[in-house]
Every structure is written in structure tokens, then in C-alpha cells.
């Protein structure tokens, strides 16, 4: 393989890793506030230990992160020098302004882990944990500014390979920021609550039916639920953010060819080596519906771009599983709680809470998929309409060093994250520290 592709492999492990944890880093701090807030107002012992036993966790997930996030700063300098080139003159405030974002977060998560008990108000304890999650989601806003920024580049002029005109302000709030920030920001907390929703039902399929653990489901699918509702009014109008700005990659998605009005949806199929869709399921007018609110609206089709500009055409596929385990989780936490309201008695059956653990995995993969649909999908673009990415890759040669390196690093790192966390919790029960307080569940 050639640097170019050795490049965009390392690139896409190292993002691939590290979304894990940025996810986790920024959803379970939303968690952890609702539910020791629900512990001071309800008088609640559950959900305090529910908030504790979350924050001892964070902190394991947090540690790896901050690993693999420094290595990202890194292997961009190091794999794509000429795209820092012009990220650093025009896209460098967000990315300045990351580094603050995360020591407000660091400085005031310390400050709470280490303050327990330690004021006769617990809800001065509570206060502490806003800015943690403050400074964890704007992290992930200011990275992702970055991403945008690559995908409609503004706030700048390019004239013979000089930069002129830099408007930083301007290049952060470009036209895709609002849509990609929401979307990262509504995914990752939907995520880190069904993960936490799945490890919960773990245990309760396991037959420790407690009160403990049947708060923490309820609390975790109801953030579940509306999460899920956020994020799919969210991808609707990224769809016509798409449409607007980059519909060579809307076109890619769906395999739409031929711009044309009423527009179908296409679900699933495969394409034959002359472009033909076979054993899909077409939606009639769908995709007008989520281009342009409009079924009778005209869609763009990949037609209209030169075929070395098209993205690929596998992005299809990532597209329709992140949409249908969107669609999924959904489901799953809306039928809970249905059930909840006016099914209690099939609350807490063997197959839910299958359902549910089949869930956080698949909350994963959605991450997952959406991620490489997003840096995909803007293929063949680095910096779109002004880089190509074979453009912006290093002249280096020992690339293929690095990647062998670096994926034995994350199969470490992976695999110590686990092992601690296990080891955290496997003897330190609920029920252990429950009893330790005096309380019999």
C-alpha cells in the first residue's frame, strides 16, 4: 500500500479508537448530574450510588482519551502537513479554545471526585459537576468546528497557495457547525445512556432484580428515549444541510444518479457494475421529504459532478445502518417505556432486556459508522473544493511502521480499559456498598 492509504488507515484507527471514548467522555457526565440531581431531590440513596459508581468509571475512559486525543494532534501534523498547513493560520481558535475547554473540565471533575460527603449541602457538591460537563461538551463543539470546517472551508481567501483574508470567527461558524455539532453533541449523549441502559439490563437478566438496578434502567432509557427523539429531528436537518451543501454526498448515500423532483428514498439493495440498484426498498418521494421538506422538490443527483469527485458509493450501506439502529434504539426505549406507563408487567422481561443489551452495542456501531460516513462521505476532499486529500497526505515512508505500532498501542489500551473497569466493579457491588452504608436494598 502507498503512503496515501497507509495515512488514512492510521488516520481512521486512531479517530476509530478514540471516538469511543470521546463519546463516553462527553455523554456520561450528562448522567452522572441527572442522576445525583435526582438523588438530592428525591432523598434517593440509589441514585447517589448510581452517580458514583457512573463518575468512578469516567474516570478510567477519561484517562485512555486524553492518550489517544494527544496522538490525534499528533499524527495530524505528522500524516497531513500541508492540510495543518492551512487548518493552522485559519481553523486554529477552535482548537486553541479545545485545550481550555478540557482543563475546565479536568480541574472541576478532580474537584468533585475528591468532595463526597464534604459539604452539609449536597447540592453544593451537584453545582460541581456542571462544569464538567460543560467542559466536555464544549470540547467535542470545538473539535467538531474543525470537522465542519473541513467540509464548507470559510473565513479565508486562497489566491496562488497564499492564504489571505483569515476571518477566524467566521471559518468556526461555517455553514455545517450547527448541524455537525448538534448531531455529535445529541448522539454521544444517546449513546453513553444506552451503554449505560445495556450494563444495567445485564444484570438484571442475570436475575439481580433490586431496586437499585431498576431505577438506573429507568433513568437511563427515559435519556434514552429523548436523546434518540433529538437526534433523529437532528439528522433530519442535517440531510438538508447535505442537500444545500454537499449533495454529491447526499446523492452518494441514497444512489441517487439523476437529478430529478419527487425523489425516492432507497433502503438496502446493491449495485450492479453498470449502477443499476437491485433489491432495494424505495421510498416514493422520501428523499425530496428529507432533502428539501418538500416531496416534489428536485434532488441533485451524482450525475451532475465529474465522476473522480464522486464520493464512494459503499457510504450507501453506513448511511442505512446508522439510520436503522437510530431507529432501533428508538423503539427499544420507547417500548420500555410504554410499558412502564401502561404494561408494567412486562417491564422487566427476559426478551427487553435482551433488546436493551443488544442495544449497546449497536449504539456503538452507530458511532462508528456515522463517524466514517462523515470523513467518507467527504471523500475525495480533505479540505473540500480546495484540498484533495492525496493532496494534504505526508511525503514520509514509514508510515506502515507507525500503524502496526499504534494498533498494537490501542489493542493495549483497549484491553487494560476493560480489565480495570471489570476490575473496579466485579467485587464492589451495589449491594457491597449499599450494605456498607447501612441500607438493605
Do not use: C
Not at 143 to 153: E, L
Not at 298 to 318: C, K, Q, S, T
Amino acid at each position: 500500500m502507498d503512503t496515501l492509504m497507509l495515512s488514512r488507515i492510521l488516520t481512521g484507527l486512531t479517530l476509530g479508537f478514540h471516538i469511543i471514548y470521546a463519546t463516553i467522555g462527553v455523554g456520561v457526565p450528562i448522567m452522572i448530574m441527572l442522576s445525583e440531581w435526582l438523588g438530592i431531590k428525591r432523598n434517593d440513596v440509589h441514585y447517589i450510588l448510581l452517580a458514583r459508581r457512573w463518575a468512578r468509571g469516567f474516570v478510567i475512559t477519561v484517562a485512555v482519551g486524553v492518550v489517544t486525543g494527544t496522538i490525534i494532534g499528533m499524527q495530524l501534523s505528522l500524516l497531513w502537513p500541508s492540510f495543518m498547513k492551512i487548518a493552522g493560520q485559519v481553523i486554529s481558535l477552535p482548537l486553541f479554545l479545545e485545550t481550555f475547554a478540557f482543563f475546565l473540565e479536568a480541574i472541576f471533575l478532580g474537584i468533585y471526585l475528591y468532595t463526597w460527603d464534604r459539604f452539609k449541602k449536597p447540592i453544593y457538591h451537584w453545582l460541581l459537576i456542571i462544569p464538567v460537563v460543560l467542559g466536555s461538551s464544549l470540547s467535542a463543539t470545538f473539535i467538531t468546528m474543525v470537522n465542519a470546517f473541513m467540509n464548507t472551508p470559510e473565513g479565508f481567501t486562497m489566491q496562488n497557495g497564499v492564504i489571505t483574508d483569515i476571518e477566524p470567527l467566521k471559518a468556526m461558524f461555517n455553514p455545517a457547525t450547527p448541524t455537525k455539532v448538534a448531531h455529535v453533541l445529541s448522539s454521544a449523549y444517546l449513546t453513553s445512556a444506552f451503554v449505560l441502559a445495556a450494563i444495567t439490563a445485564y444484570y438484571l437478566l442475570k436475575g439481580r432484580n433490586h431496586e437499585y438496578y431498576k431505577k438506573a434502567l429507568k433513568l437511563t432509557l427515559i435519556a434514552s428515549f429523548i436523546f434518540a427523539i433529538a437526534t433523529a429531528l437532528i439528522g433530519d436537518l442535517s440531510g438538508k444541510f447535505l442537500a444545500d451543501y454537499q449533495p454529491e454526498k447526499l446523492a452518494a448515500a441514497e444512489w441517487h444518479f439523476e437529478t430529478r423532483k419527487q425523489a425516492e428514498l432507497i433502503v438496502g439493495g446493491f449495485l450492479t457494475d453498470d449502477l443499476q440498484i437491485k433489491n432495494a426498498i424505495k421510498l416514493p418521494m422520501a428523499l425530496s421529504i428529507l432533502a428539501h421538506g418538500n416531496p416534489n422538490a428536485e434532488v441533485v443527483g451524482l450525475n451532475e459532478f465529474p465522476r473522480d469527485l464522486w464520493p464512494p458509493l459503499y457510504v450507501h450501506y453506513l448511511f442505512d445502518l446508522m439510520v436503522m439502529i437510530g431507529v432501533y434504539l428508538t423503539l427499544v426505549s420507547g417500548l420500555f417505556l410504554f410499558f412502564w406507563k401502561w404494561k408494567p408487567q412486562l417491564m422487566w422481561k427476559k426478551w427487553l432486556m435482551a433488546l436493551i443489551i443488544l442495544g449497546g452495542p449497536l449504539s456503538i456501531v452507530a458511532i462508528e459508522v456515522g463517524w466514517i460516513f462523515a470523513e467518507v462521505g467527504r471523500q475525495p476532499w480533505i479540505l473540500r473544493g480546495y484540498m484533495k486529500t492525496a493532496e494534504g497526505v505526508t511525503t514520509a515512508t514509514n508510515v506502515g511502521t507507525l500503524l502496526i505500532v499504534f494498533a498494537l498501542l490501542y489493542v493495549i489500551l483497549g484491553t487494560l480499559t476493560v480489565y480495570i473497569l471489570t476490575r473496579l466493579f466485579k467485587k464492589n457491588t451495589p449491594e457491597i456498598e449499599l450494605e456498607k452504608r447501612g441500607i438493605i436494598l
